[in-house]
């Protein structure tokens, strides 16, 4: 019989690891603000028309990128964020798969914008299903805009698969809280159809999430605080009149990553027992500082998933550090904890 197998080409290659990187127009803004961030960003905007579908636009005053480097930061696998796989367990970049803009430049017309701070003058490049279709020297701040237009061009299934804009806008709008929550030192705009939406000006971790959910927020918070030799748990719930019938805002981080727990969701809801009606919710702000070779972020291309060595530690810590908290609310009610 005749050999049958062959390789993919590249741009296949890149279209089917895309789709698991890039579900919806939120995947894509998820990393480029990531993106953002790991290039030391301090003021970074997001600009998105029709739910993404139409652009999806990050603009950062970050580190920018050489033009050779912005050439092959559209490549597979490749990344300055790590060089070997031991890296993988000392990470502190959001990224480090060097997939992202190499799936999202597969299934979308992108266009590159970006200076370093000691280059004269920037580049810009325009990519179409993966091919660098034009190159041309740019004047330009340091930084990085990264314009991404016709998301799922090439794959008509995916595109008809999304949502309305409503819906894909509601999914963008909670990657944003996800990210500008786990960073309230840097300063974020968010622009939706034209209109500025989100403001938030450089803060800290309380004052952000005021002003992302509304000044009622403030007086809603009980500061969590928890120190042990391997953890550190910090943050904040609400306090049990206000838990909701809908899920309302519930977030784990993890060094500063918005993560995904129902083992450690539990832990919360747990320590809420008998404050709350089993079919209410809490709100809650947790950001959790743990060792970055005791977890293993790497167990699927979003991220959003972690393994921990010891999750039975964690569980018992978080219940403690949120009956601890909410003791101290219940003895004396009026005194709030600054922190
Ligand atoms: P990863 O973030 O996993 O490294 P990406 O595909 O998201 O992979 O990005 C590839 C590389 O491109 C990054 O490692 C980084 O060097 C560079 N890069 C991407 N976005 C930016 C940005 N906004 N500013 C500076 N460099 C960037
Ligand atoms: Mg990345």
Redesign the pocket.
Known sequence: MADIIQLLPDHVANQIAAGEVVQRPASVVK??L???I??G?DVVKLIIKDGGKALIQ?I?N????STT?ARL?FERH????ITCAEDLFNLS??????????SIAAIAHVELL?KTETDEIGVQLKIEGSKIINQDPIVTPK??S?CVKNLFFNIPARRNFLKSNQVEFRHITDEFHRVALAHPTIEFHFYNNGSEIFNLPKSNYRQRIVNIFGGKTNEKLVPVIEETQVLKISGFITKPEFAKKSRGEQFFFVNNRFIKSPYLHHAVVSAFEGLIRSDNHPGYFLYLDVDPASIDINIHPTKTEIKFDDEHTLYALLRSAIKHALGQFNVVPALDFEQ
């Open positions: 990393e480029l990531e993106n953002a790991d290039a960003s990050v950062d970050g580190i920018g990128m480097d930061s490749a990344t300055s964020k970049t959001k990224g480090f798969r060097g997939e992202a803009l190499a970006t930084g990085t990264l």
